[in-house]
């Protein structure tokens, strides 16, 4: 696969901040790539400099080979659909459209010819003529894109674009916006600070935090095997124990908690015994009532604190007997009458389906 | 119940409206009445009086009048494209390019000049225009010039003058306009492939139309009913209608025809003023919002 875009060791400074630090990637041409990560990661600033609008400092940026450095924003084969989709009220949504088609010189029923069918391609035939405040959220998502895909980029950027849509809505145009980049075939490079849209529509997502990439990978393999703390925790729910790494006279590691309790784990690298480390656990990975037969799993037993009943993925609030420490485990479709508020229950899992890392500190916003 | 509510008078209301009723039915209606009434008034050599339209009718049968209109409406438009050109630039980088901090030090040497009188500012104008200026010492004094020259009392003075004291019409306006511009249009313009000039007509400039037209309206209207910038920076060639209103009034004394051409420039500019919103496509209701 020939490669759209690639970037190679980009930075950004505005004054002493570093907003990018030292990003790569290449993106295959027809891919679905995704950059995901908390607000103020520094993704906004690296889209605007693939289309543009900032120059690296240092950093080259690549478009099918192409070196961009000194192109300007309306030379670039880039469109980019704008976090609040910057329509343009002046003009009607075949105007709107066509605004790109005019700018390159192109005149008469052509033009309309091209918009007609691309207003089809996204759904919306007959609605040249509206105007754009006559459309709802979800129609001028698919004009703004409609308006960038007329143009044939090669890439195209977008950035948070179903933010300011309700939750229904965001959910159906996922999946509409991933069937149009299947259906058109152009890479597309999304930006998002959620984690279920990236991992839904992307055939790779690149994890951000704090201008760095910490791991380029498909969804699947930054849920199994993340390859930082941070990305066990931004991706996904997980369980975080925080205790010192111990090895035992059998060779087998463990994490000691503060509180005594003494947690197996599966395989490690890069750490050192006695180092303070963030150990993960998922909450589909731990068993309620472990077989008492298994071997080498760690056992827990909890109280039951609260029910989180979400439909398919209604989940339960545990804390471990005789400690403050809260946990997240998956509720069981046919989950029986002992997981009930209050109730003492044994839980367990097994150490090679945790995650181990060097505590460095980072926190996701869900801790306080 | 209903009944007595609605017959009852509002007298917090009729308190309020009062002053306003007041300033507006003494100050502004009944004199504007009473010249209406006077323009309609013959006055021949006997001072027999009766309605009559000979004063409207004056002002066609002589050439000398209604040409001294149309040159009046003619540079009014013209200032207003003028004033509306430099307008549009400066409240762009006063809105989009500067920070914040400079925005409100930019605005206020906007307006502080403003705080002068009109008369002051058109002095100014002349210390550095006329025969013994800045402008004609510093050419003198390095040699360009062997013999000082006169740059005030023509058409060309007559527009800086005029340019300048109604700028800050125009631009108040539009940068109230320009600053409600989204960024990211511009941006999103500029993605799409459109150049500065198209980023101009097809973005910013249909977006601030209602700020452009309601600036061009009070600038017109302002530029045609001036009367001391003219008088004071124009030549002898460049009469102003105001001041052949003036003249009616205060030289040859003729009220009524001085009322006549009072109520032709305040027609004739309202038609100027409603044929460009017809152009333009704008409405009124929006334009003075």
Known sequence: ?368 | MMNSKRTKIRWGFVLFFMPVFLWLFLLFVLPHLELLRLSFLGTDYYAKSGVTLENYAAFFKEPAYWLTFVRTAGYSIIITLIILMIALPVAFYITKVVGLKTKGLLMLLVIVPFWVSILIRVYGWMIILRESGIINNILVGMGLLKVPIEMLYNDVSLIIGLVHTNLLFMLVPIIGVMDSLDNSLIEAASNLGAKKLAIWWKIIIPHCMTGIMSGSIIVFMLVTGSYITPALMGGKNSLWFTQQIYNQFIIAFNWNQGAAFGFLLLLISSIIVWLSLKITGQKLGEVVK
């Not at chain 1, 069918?117 to 709802?136: A, C, H, T, W, Y």
Request: aromatic content about 8%; overall charge neutral; hydrophobic content about 40%.
């Open chain 1, 1 to 368: 696969m020939p490669i759209d875009l690639s970037v190679k060791e980009v930075t950004k400074k505005f004054g002493s901040f570093t907003a990018v630090d030292k990003v790569s990637f290449d993106v295959e041409a027809g891919k679905f790539f995704s950059i995901l990560g908390p607000s103020g990661c520094g993704k906004t600033t690296l889209l605007r400099m693939i289309a543009g609008f900032y120059d690296p400092s240092p950093g080259t940026i690549e478009i099918r080979g192409k070196d961009m450095a000194g192109v300007e924003p309306n030379q670039r084969p880039v469109k980019l659909v704008f976090q609040h989709l910057a329509l343009f009220p002046m003009m009607d949504v075949k105007e709107n459209i066509a605004f790109g088609l005019r700018r390159r010189g192109e005149r008469g029923k052509e033009v309309y010819k091209k918009v007609e069918d691309m207003l089809e391609r996204v759904g919306l035939p007959g609605f040249g003529n509206k105007k754009i405040s006559q459309l709802s959220g979800g129609q001028m998502q698919r004009v703004a894109i409609a308006r960038c895909l007329i143009l044939e980029p090669v890439v195209l950027l977008l950035d948070e674009p179903l933010g300011a849509l309700d939750l229904k809505l965001r959910e159906h145009m996922k999946v509409e916006l991933k069937k149009l980049q299947a259906q058109v075939g152009t890479t597309f490079v999304y930006i998002t600070h959620d984690q279920s849209e990236a991992m839904v529509m992307s055939d790779y997502v690149a994890i951000m935090n704090q201008g760095k990439f910490e791991q380029i990978d498909t969804p699947q393999n930054l849920y199994n095997n993340p390859a930082t703390s941070f990305v066990a925790q931004f991706v996904g729910e997980n369980n975080k124990f925080l205790g010192k790494l111990e090895k035992d006279s059998s060779g087998q590691f463990s994490v000691g908690l503060e509180d005594g309790t003494k947690l197996l784990v599966g395989q490690i690298s890069n750490l050192e015994l006695g180092e303070t480390v963030e150990m993960f656990i998922r909450p589909e990975a731990i068993i309620i009532n472990p077989d008492a037969s298994l071997k080498n799993i760690n056992i827990l037993n909890i109280i039951v604190k609260a029910i989180l009943f979400d439909g398919g993925s209604s989940r339960f609030l545990g804390v471990i007997y005789g400690s403050k420490k809260e946990l997240i485990l998956m509720l069981p479709h046919n989950y029986s009458e002992d997981i009930n508020v209050n109730n003492k229950i044994r839980i367990g899992w097994d150490p090679t389906r945790s995650a181990c890392f060097k505590s460095v500190g980072v926190k996701t916003y869900d801790e306080f």
